[in-house]
């Protein structure tokens, strides 16, 4: 056997007759008059390969091990499918059994399951139809995002995963220790941190954005893509523990270069998965959400409309909607009032800046009123903010101030605030949830669907 193997992809664009051989996972055997059909698929593309066995060609023991869930290899000839839906079809002639798969206890089978149930089954669901497509669409935006920003000169910096500072300054973080929890050293009645392993409190990382502005100030255009974690005890469809993001920064670039950036770099993400998941996006137009084809087409084509979050809020005020958050200067804004203003009010995409500095980020640039800073949130139809970003903080003394002002101990950002003493420069970035994109361009409608193994509160199987 051999990686160059021909994968079922381009088995179903061969162009017949001729010899071919098929690896993959048996997804459903039918017998009929003589003859097997067998479905096989081995994940590289939506549509099945159908195989066919005549009566008589492998003897009886090699058909019954052919069942749902088999690992196979099956050689034969590839010809053209007389069937309705496919171009092509293999007869064939011999199959290697690799791994046999009991019927009776298989717990993926045809008739299709909750997706509750298959969660539990996570190490399994993969091989279905609702899952293969979501991970090919998940490896196309993973491989379009490096290619944009490679295309573009980006620096790729892999940021650390164990940090000594919170990003976000929300103290939602998973502390990471080596001390014995039965008996912990203390001094004065408090657990005495010099003993752990790295001799301080450390953390997994909320976001490489801190750290990966380091490099954006050395080589000017850089990004980050890596896992971030957060201990936040909420068990909703829109959240996980464990997720990845996507952080670009750029030197010499303000909070207009940001937003043009992520213009961009959201308009080629979908136009690379229109054009390379089509058959992917046509399933989850039929059985998961009807209009994600339309809506990401129009989000394609569509001038993004920038406003300020103080012109968003006198939107809001006047629409005449009943929302169940209230709103008023100063509220954050949630998903309802989000979606008003991209689906009803303006109807396309739309660029939300200036928001209040309460609401905001440490890290943010204060603008000139002192009330508010130079953040931007990207809202979509349908889901809402699907990035956010900002200008950040070039002044060490605001910096610092604003370090102060949230309450953080200024200790951990140390290196931080050195930026901006040794060749500060404006620089801006912003961040885009992987999950949370492939979800929008699925339509899925839990976050715990688009993620591998999926992390939160009470659950870290698998």
């Given at each position: 056997m051999d990686y160059r193997r021909t994968y079922i992809r381009d088995l179903l664009d061969s162009e017949p007759p001729r010899e071919a051989s098929a690896f993959g996972w048996v997804k459903t055997r039918r017998d009929s008059k003589g003859i097997h059909f067998v479905q096989v698929n081995d994940g590289s593309c939506f549509q099945d390969l159908q195989a066919v066995i005549q009566e008589g060609v492998l003897d009886e023991e090699t058909v019954k091990q052919i069942t749902t869930g088999a690992c196979v290899r099956l050689d034969g000839e590839l010809v053209e499918s007389p069937a309705p839906g496919q171009k092509v079809e293999l007869q064939v002639r011999s199959v290697e059994v690799f791994g046999p798969a009991d019927p009776a206890t298989y717990p993926l089978q045809k008739k299709g399951a909750s997706f509750e149930f298959l969660r539990e089954?996570?190490?399994?669901?993969?091989?279905?139809?609702?899952?293969?497509?979501?991970?090919?669409?998940?490896?196309?935006?993973?491989?379009?995002?490096?290619?944009?920003?490679?295309?573009?000169g980006f620096l790729y910096?892999?940021?650390?995963?164990?940090?000594?500072?919170?990003?976000?300054?929300?103290?939602?973080?998973?502390?990471?220790?080596?001390?014995?929890?039965?008996?912990?050293?203390?001094?004065?009645?408090?657990?005495?941190?010099?003993?752990?392993?790295f001799g301080r409190q450390a953390y997994l990382t909320v976001s490489g954005q801190l750290n990966v502005e380091c490099f954006a100030e050395a080589f000017t255009n850089v990004y980050t893509f890596g896992p971030t974690f957060r201990a936040e005890n909420s068990s909703t469809a829109r959240h996980l523990a464990e997720f990845w993001m996507i952080e670009p920064e750029q030197a010499f670039c303000d909070i207009e270069g940001n937003?043009?950036?992520?213009?961009?770099?959201?308009?080629?993400?979908?136009?690379?998965?229109?054009?390379?998941?089509?058959?992917?996006?046509?399933?989850?137009?039929?059985?998961?959400?009807?209009?994600v084809v339309e809506t990401l087409q129009h989000v394609l084509t569509s001038p993004f409309e920038r406003i300020t979050y103080t012109d968003a809020i006198k939107m809001l005020e006047s629409s005449g909607e009943s929302f169940e958050f209230p709103v008023f200067w100063g509220c954050d804004l949630q998903s309802e009032h989000e979606r008003y203003l991209t689906e009803k009010k303006i109807g396309r995409p739309v660029i939300v800046t200036d928001y209040p500095k309460e609401i905001k980020a440490f890290y943010m640039r204060i603008n000139d009123d002192e009330k508010t800073v130079r953040a931007m949130d990207v809202l979509v139809p349908r889901i809402?903010?699907?990035?956010?970003?900002?200008?950040?903080?070039?002044?060490?003394?605001?910096?610092?101030?604003?370090?102060?002002?949230?309450?953080?101990?200024?200790?951990?950002?140390?290196?931080?605030?050195?930026?901006?003493?040794?060749g500060s420069v404006p620089h801006s970035g912003f961040g885009l949830g992987l999950e949370r994109f492939v979800m929008y361009v699925t339509g899925m409608k839990n976050i715990r669907d688009v993620v591998p193994f999926y992390r939160v509160p009470g659950s870290a199987e698998f």
């Amino acid at each position: 056997m051999d990686y160059r193997r021909t994968y079922i992809r381009d088995l179903l664009d061969s162009e017949p007759p001729r010899e071919a051989s098929a690896f993959g996972w048996v997804k459903t055997r039918r017998d009929s008059k003589g003859i097997h059909f067998v479905q096989v698929n081995d994940g590289s593309c939506f549509q099945d390969l159908q195989a066919v066995i005549q009566e008589g060609v492998l003897d009886e023991e090699t058909v019954k091990q052919i069942t749902t869930g088999a690992c196979v290899r099956l050689d034969g000839e590839l010809v053209e499918s007389p069937a309705p839906g496919q171009k092509v079809e293999l007869q064939v002639r011999s199959v290697e059994v690799f791994g046999p798969a009991d019927p009776a206890t298989y717990p993926l089978q045809k008739k299709g399951a909750s997706f509750e149930f298959l969660r539990e089954i996570s190490h399994l669901r993969v091989r279905g139809n609702t899952f293969g497509a979501v991970f090919r669409v998940r490896n196309q935006v993973s491989w379009a995002t490096h290619k944009f920003f490679q295309d573009r000169g980006f620096l790729y910096v892999h940021t650390p995963i164990i940090s000594a500072s919170d990003c976000e300054g929300a103290g939602a973080m998973f502390m990471v220790t080596t001390l014995d929890l039965d008996n912990l050293p203390r001094i004065d009645g408090k657990v005495d941190f010099s003993q752990d392993f790295f001799g301080r409190q450390a953390y997994l990382t909320v976001s490489g954005q801190l750290n990966v502005e380091c490099f954006a100030e050395a080589f000017t255009n850089v990004y980050t893509f890596g896992p971030t974690f957060r201990a936040e005890n909420s068990s909703t469809a829109r959240h996980l523990a464990e997720f990845w993001m996507i952080e670009p920064e750029q030197a010499f670039c303000d909070i207009e270069g940001n937003m043009n950036l992520a213009e961009e770099y959201l308009k080629y993400l979908i136009g690379h998965v229109l054009e390379h998941c089509s058959a992917d996006l046509e399933f989850f137009r039929q059985r998961i959400e009807p209009t994600v084809v339309e809506t990401l087409q129009h989000v394609l084509t569509s001038p993004f409309e920038r406003i300020t979050y103080t012109d968003a809020i006198k939107m809001l005020e006047s629409s005449g909607e009943s929302f169940e958050f209230p709103v008023f200067w100063g509220c954050d804004l949630q998903s309802e009032h989000e979606r008003y203003l991209t689906e009803k009010k303006i109807g396309r995409p739309v660029i939300v800046t200036d928001y209040p500095k309460e609401i905001k980020a440490f890290y943010m640039r204060i603008n000139d009123d002192e009330k508010t800073v130079r953040a931007m949130d990207v809202l979509v139809p349908r889901i809402g903010e699907i990035i956010g970003g900002s200008q950040r903080e070039d002044r060490h003394d605001v910096l610092l101030r604003r370090i102060r002002e949230a309450g953080l101990d200024e200790e951990p950002y140390w290196w931080y605030l050195d930026l901006r003493r040794f060749g500060s420069v404006p620089h801006s970035g912003f961040g885009l949830g992987l999950e949370r994109f492939v979800m929008y361009v699925t339509g899925m409608k839990n976050i715990r669907d688009v993620v591998p193994f999926y992390r939160v509160p009470g659950s870290a199987e698998f």
